[in-house]
């Protein structure tokens, strides 16, 4: 079997938690490296989450790198009202002995890309200031990406604002330029974007059954998702990020469109939103002083749910 070479980049994160314990332990991916950047928490935080929950995930010999601890211009934002202080849900897990690789995460990302003999899919689930910090700083690195499937970014609602989701609103300025350089360099993209993110859900009794497992892993798994319970007071909660790394593992189980999109860079009540041009083109447009969006990509519009999340409880539950 020829496993999917895979990076990701993060911002653990309750549900990048849940998306690492998947691309860590799922059979058929093969997850090389992981970068860590700040936006749910604080860039040194997000690192000691991500090597923590690779060691529990029984995978310490994973590089991990520190990147960005701030967008490119915003000031950093973090989201610990929904995350826990510790971002992992203050749970008591964040013990690691482990050091991050000594690279910064943009050395790693140009070391792996530049080095692979096969083409890597990238899976951000974070805001894209690393990315786009690769792109300008190593251009020709972006050649060693086969496919990005990124979390972030809604053809409808927004979560940070009623405009924008959070990653894409924390740093609008990255996720265009990451946009324009896969435009250029002809990578497929897949957005997996609030429209889709919330299908995939697993209810408090079946993470209880984890939680009750005598493998760190697992039980780390369901506390993650009964703290989201609790924390939404809900009977269920979505696996968040972990549905963008479902698309890699399966990617039968979403339905996307081929359809241009922009990023708001301006914008009074709509910066960040990724603009998606569900138009119908064979009209007259003259009148449209934008024209076409140059990327084009493929956005996720329709999920199976349980599909993705069977996918999550039976990798996770090994
Ligand atoms: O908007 C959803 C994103 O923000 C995800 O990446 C998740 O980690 C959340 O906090
Ligand atoms: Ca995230």
Not at 101 to 129: F, Q
Request: hydrophobic share 45%; aromatic share 4%.
């Amino acid at each position: 079997m020829q496993r999917i070479p895979v990076v990701m980049d993060v911002d653990t994160g309750v549900d990048d938690a849940c998306a690492l314990l998947l691309a860590a332990q799922h059979p058929e991916l093969d997850l090389r490296a992981v970068t860590c950047v700040g936006g749910n928490t604080d860039v040194d935080q997000v690192t000691r989450n991500t090597l923590a929950v690779l060691d529990i995930a029984g995978r310490p010999e994973i590089p991990v790198a520190r990147g960005a601890a701030r967008p490119l211009i915003e000031r950093a934002v973090h989201a610990r009202h929904v995350h826990g202080d510790d971002g992992m849900g203050d749970l008591g897990w964040v013990q690691t002995d482990r050091e991050p690789d000594r690279r910064h995460a943009v050395e790693l990302l140009h070391n792996v890309l530049t080095t692979s003999p096969d083409p890597i899919t990238l899976v951000p689930t974070a805001p894209m200031t690393n990315l786009a910090l690769l792109a300008r700083t190593y251009p020709d690195a972006m050649r060693g990406l086969g496919r990005i499937v990124f979390m972030g970014g809604a053809a409808h609602r927004g979560n940070a604002t009623a405009s924008a989701e959070f990653n894409v609103f924390h740093d609008p300025e990255a996720t265009a330029i990451v946009l324009d350089a896969a435009t250029e360099f002809g990578i497929p993209v897949t957005m997996y974007g609030l429209d889709v993110f919330y299908a995939p859900t697993v209810t408090r009794a079946q993470a209880k059954r984890l939680a009750a497992s005598v493998s760190p892993a697992t039980r780390l798994a369901g506390e993650l998702v009964e703290f989201q319970c609790d924390r939404f007071e809900s009977e269920q909660a979505t696996i968040g990020d972990a549905g963008a790394v479902c698309v890699v593992a399966d990617p039968e189980g979403v339905a996307t469109t081929s359809l241009p999109v922009r990023v708001e860079l301006a914008g009074t009540w709509s910066r960040g939103r990724t603009v998606v041009d569900v138009r119908d083109w064979s009209g007259d447009l003259a009148h449209d002083p934008h024209g076409r969006a140059d990327a084009v990509i493929d956005v996720a519009l329709e999920v199976d749910g349980p599909r993705y999340a069977d996918l999550w409880l039976r990798t996770v539950g090994r």
